[in-house]
């Protein structure tokens, strides 16, 4: 059966701080990958997609960026974070455009 | 570029209570899905409607596509504590999904 794994679970981090996200799944073969954000109590904002190793799409331009290195893991990352990009990040995967499954998250504040 | 929009934003209801959430699009839609995340949790799927006038259940949960294809609606009959969290509704580009806003739903006990 396929899972799908990220962390960390939590984060605190300063603003101005780097950040790196990570994001495997398992049990499945070129898998459509997603990072989603959630700010407190609000709906989710797709942030970056990829269809293959190398091919991210970005849905909005900020100072996160994201890369696929290999064919199941999925990173999210930020050369310096604002207050702003405090949220949920959820990475998601699915068979082509299918069923969404979402990992646990990782709790992002930037004090 | 594509929207969707679901109402209502929040309700509170009394436990036993019926509930329903509606999502609505301007375009006619190839799917529809419908998900739902647990406080403190991650969206978790729940059923993808396809058909025009589709209805499928589960157990107390009731989720239908127009006619038109163009709106859908989840409810949930007899609500129970269990089923408090927010409920969204995506429908599906190319490669990607549109989320609508979500419902959140609470149930007072």
């Known amino acids: 059966s396929q899972t799908i794994h990220q962390w960390p679970a939590t984060l605190v981090q300063p603003v101005g701080s780097p950040l790196s996200l990570e994001c495997t799944v398992e049990?499945?073969?070129?898998?459509?990958l997603y990072w989603y954000r959630q700010a407190a109590g609000r709906g989710l904002q797709l942030l970056f997609y990829s269809v293959g190793i190398g091919q991210i799409s970005s849905e909005v331009p900020q100072n996160l960026s994201a890369s696929r290195p290999q064919d199941r893991q999925f990173i999210l990352s930020s050369k310096k974070l604002l207050l702003s990009d405090s949220g949920f990040y959820l990475c998601?995967?699915?068979?082509?455009?299918?069923?969404?499954?979402f990992g646990p998250g990782t709790r992002l504040t930037v004090l | 570029g594509q929207q969707v929009m679901q109402i209502p934003q929040y309700q509170h209801v009394q436990e036993g209570e019926d509930f329903t959430t509606y999502c609505n699009s301007s375009?006619?839609?190839?799917?529809i899905q419908w998900y739902k995340q647990r406080p403190g949790g991650h969206p978790v799927f729940l059923i993808q409607?396809?058909?025009?006038?589709e209805v499928k259940k589960q157990k107390r949960l009731t989720f239908q596509f127009g006619e038109a294809k163009k709106n859908s609606s989840l409810h949930i009959t007899a609500t129970q504590t269990t089923d408090v969290g927010t409920y969204f509704c995506?429908?599906?580009?190319?490669?990607?999904?549109?989320f609508g806003t979500g419902t959140r739903l609470k149930v007072l006990a």
């Open positions: 049990g499945t073969s070129n898998p459509n």
């Open positions: 375009t006619t839609l190839s799917n």
């Open positions: 998601a995967w699915s068979e082509a455009v299918d069923t969404q499954y």
């Open positions: 995506a429908i599906s580009g190319t490669y990607k999904y549109i």
């Open positions: 409607l396809v058909k025009s006038g």
